[in-house]
């Protein structure tokens, strides 16, 4: 019997290895970390799926470095990751979230060129009521790719633009793995049954324009007026139609940046007066999820200029974040401006 053509069943490990070709001077070790990193997401899925079965809900006695509960989840990604990365001899350094200073590579193990950030577990305020959750992360390449040393703190600080690889794990109704190494942005779903990523689609394009808008609407006391104008302006019904935008908001990011990937619009978590640079941390939540939606050929802004080229000068330092479709993103600028 002739075999049947059939779509290429792809897995993230066989996406990641037909990737590398795209890229002459590759010499496989990249490949090796997504392949690691992956084995992380795959354990915390399962600890996500398990949550409400065992006893792993709840606050831990600890508070992260800003000051904000620190739950069992969240420790638990960050510890996965972190162990799951540490001694593949890739990476030079880590930081993220949950750790004050950077995450030294121990001792004992060898040393390599890419840095890793990632937000373990975005969204945790989501984990007591089960909605969805998310882990953010990009690879940059250290300043001195020849050096074996640890990786410092100047390794760390790259913009944005500088990221080879970026993306995100969305832990929702099915879990979705979704990645650029700047070649387009592609999707992942995880099948559980047999514990692999399938690639579900290819090189997604963000939508233009769409009126759905993303933010905390109850700061709007505390924004400035510009900023509350335009969200007048988008909530006041126009003859054709296009107005008032709905509003959607999850509260963890990775969520309402996901959707705005698929449906477009725009996310917004701003500055205000009693925090001037919002609450979104640039290194491993805006920039992340802003290289992704760039390479789908959406925009990111901090309101003054395009994400991805802040220079860094802290880990932890925020960032205020408008993130989405292009024209929604111009529009927004225009009042802003
Ligand atoms: P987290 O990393 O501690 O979970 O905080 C970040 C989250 C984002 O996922 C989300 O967009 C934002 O906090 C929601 O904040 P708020 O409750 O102020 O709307
Ligand atoms: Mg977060």
């Known amino acids: 019997m002739e075999a049947q053509t059939t779509p290429k069943l792809i897995t993230i490990d066989r996406h990641i290895n037909e990737e590398q070709d795209l890229h002459p001077e590759a010499t496989g070790e990249f490949t090796f970390l997504l392949h690691d990193f992956t084995f992380a997401i795959r354990l915390i899925e399962r600890e996500i799926r398990r949550a409400g079965l065992t006893d792993i809900l709840g606050l831990t006695e600890n508070t992260n470095i800003h000051g904000e509960a620190v739950r069992k989840l969240d420790q638990f990604a960050f510890e996965v990751i972190y162990r799951a990365m540490d001694h593949n001899g890739n990476l030079c350094v880590m930081a993220c979230e ?7 590579i121990p001792e004992k193990y060898p040393k390599g060129k890419y ?11 989501n984990i007591d009521v089960n909605i969805t959750l998310g882990t953010i992360f990009g690879f940059y390449k250290r300043l001195d790719p020849d050096l074996r040393t640890d990786g410092s703190l100047e390794d760390v600080l790259q913009p944005g633009r500088k990221l080879v690889a970026a ?10 793995f979704v990645y650029s190494t700047g070649h387009g942005v592609n999707l992942f779903t995880y099948d559980p049954t047999v514990g692999e990523f399938l690639l579900t689609k290819r090189n997604i ?3 233009e324009w769409n009126n759905q808008y993303s933010v905390n609407e109850g700061y709007y006391h505390k924004w400035d007026e ?15 139609k296009k107005r008032p935008y709905s509003l959607r908001y999850v509260g963890t990011a990775v969520a309402d940046v996901h959707r705005v990937l698929i449906y477009g ?23 992340p999820l802003s290289f992704v939606i760039e390479q789908a050929g959406g925009l990111a802004t901090d309101g003054k200029m395009n994400i991805l080229d ?9 960032t205020p974040l408008f993130i989405g ?11 802003l401006s």
């Not at 840095?115 to 305020?125: R, T």
């Not at 993306?167 to 979705?176: A, D, E, K, M, Q």
């Not at 900023?227 to 054709?240: L, V, W």
Request: cysteine-free; hydrophobic content about 35%; charged content about 25%.
């Open 205 to 207: 394009k963000i939508p």
């Open 265 to 287: 619009g725009i996310f917004m978590y701003p500055g205000d007066k009693s925090n001037p640079n919002g609450k979104l941390r640039l290194m491993y939540e805006a920039n």
């Open 115 to 125: 840095v890793l950030v990632f937000d373990p577990l975005d969204g945790s305020s």
């Open 98 to 104: 949950e750790s004050q200073g950077l995450m030294k």
């Open 310 to 318: 802040i220079v860094p000068t802290s880990v932890h330092q925020r």
């Open 226 to 240: 510009k900023f509350q104008k335009y969200i007048d302006f988008i909530k006041t019904p126009s003859t054709d």
């Open 325 to 335: 479709s292009k024209r929604n993103v111009e529009e927004l600028m225009e009042f």
């Open 167 to 176: 993306g995100y794990v969305l832990f929702g109704s099915s879990t979705v």
